[in-house]
């Protein structure tokens, strides 16, 4: 069992950085491939950057291109997202997610294709 916990969201205006942190437990995190999923008020959870298991493979929305930066430590066992030039509508709550893999280093879109979630950390982006 795999267990997620989120830090570092908290309130900051437009243009403004934060970065979240995710540490995980419970599990070999080398096997793991890590992302971070965001959900806003009334809106269903969304897909925001994903990493594979050794970094190779990156992936992120076209919302955060350019401006979000996935990366993650193996040996703290921590995925972090690095937020630059936030806007109004980067408002949500953020979750880390975790996904066992083997072999491969993909890094996944889907939501469905993650078994372990964190209790999620709140992100406010004042105009």
């Known amino acids: 069992q795999v267990q997620l916990v989120e830090s570092g969201g908290g309130l900051v205006q437009a243009g403004g950085s934060l970065r979240l942190s995710c540490a995980a437990s419970g599990g070999t995190f080398s096997r793991l491939s890590m992302a971070w999923f965001r959900q806003a008020p009334g809106k269903e959870r969304e897909f925001v950057a994903a990493t594979g298991r050794i970094a190779r493979d990156t992936k992120y929305a076209d919302s955060v291109k350019g401006r979000f930066t996935i990366s993650r430590d193996n040996a703290k066992k921590t995925v972090s997202l690095q937020m630059d030039n936030l806007r109004p509508e980067d408002t949500a709550v953020y979750y880390c997610?975790?996904?066992?893999?083997?072999?491969?280093?993909?890094?996944?879109?889907?939501?469905?294709?993650?078994?372990?979630w964190g209790q999620g950390t709140q992100v406010t982006v004042s105009s």
């Open positions: 997610a975790a996904r066992p893999v083997i072999v491969t280093d993909f890094a996944s879109l889907r939501i469905a294709d993650y078994d372990y």
